[in-house]
């Protein structure tokens, strides 16, 4: 909690703000996807092993970026022990006609995940700091209309953008609050729809700055910001955002992003899921984790969510990393 709010430290610590539910896992502690997508006490067994079996400094809830769109309606396939659930129907509806339902909070497995932060919290909380993700404003907007229909829509309907990204927003915020009530620590947006890859930094600062501020408006604990690809050119408005840490990848350069976002925010990252922890070795694994530590990382973590199959000592190697590294 220190190294995100950038108070002192006596290491930096070895995280995650992003996907931690790996298939060694599920089959040692016996919680095992697709179940453990829709079973609270299994969603809290599964995020707590990372910490309790190999002392990643973390225990982070849900393992996808479904459940706000399948309580607002959407479609999801459930996936399964090494496949996420996905948004596989969208809702077919003009951006005049979303709506937030009624009762929102009580819907799909918006339930299942604030039962789980409640054992987490009573279970591991006093360790490690009990971490919620969630779809940000535009990626939930974009599952509810569809995302390529909301990519046209920038160009040809803004209006209707801003209207879908304000009904995400709501729901964002009504599902913020009911997390925080339920004992969050701490608060992951995770927006890849918003990855410069597929919206341009100009559409960036109209159609999804304004809409994270509100969520860190809400936000009375850290709130951390993950946002796919290459964000150098939107690290300074998503720091302007106030977000308490910024969660990146590897296509971003650790110096660089320290650089541009200065005391705004802190940088969490940049370990290559794929690249790296999913088909690297250990020694591997271990040199990645020392550059981003002499770069000045303030929280190490893989740079985005880990594939299932990612291997657990590559974790390990990962954890050992921060252990050992003293700036
Ligand atoms: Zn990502």
Known sequence: MNALRGAPVNRVPATSV????????????????????????FMAKLAAAPYCEVGLETARVPFCLTVQASAMGCEIVMGAMDRQP?????????????????????????????EAVKILKREVGGEVPVIAGFEGPFTLAGHLMGIERLCKMVLRDPQGVERAVQVATEANLLYIKALQEAGVDVLVPCDPLASPAI?????????????????VKESKVPIVLHICGNTTPILKDMAEAGFTALSIEEKVEIAKAKEIVGDMSRVVGNIAPAGVLLTGTPDQVREECLKALKDGVDALAPGCGLAPRTPVANI?????????FSR
């Open 18 to 41: 992003t996907q931690v539910g790996l298939v060694e896992l599920m089959e040692k502690t016996g919680a095992k996807w697709p179940e453990a997508h829709s079973n609270p006490e």
């Open 86 to 114: 996905s948004v596989a129907g969208h809702l077919d509806v003009s951006p005049d006609q979303l709506r937030v339902p009624e009762d929102f909070l009580s819907r799909g497995r918006i339930p299942v995940v604030l």
């Open 199 to 215: 919206l341009s930094p100009s559409m960036f600062k109209k159609f999804v700055k304004p809409y994270l501020e509100q969520l």
């Open 316 to 324: 390990k190697a990962m954890v050992e990393a921060a252990q050992s």
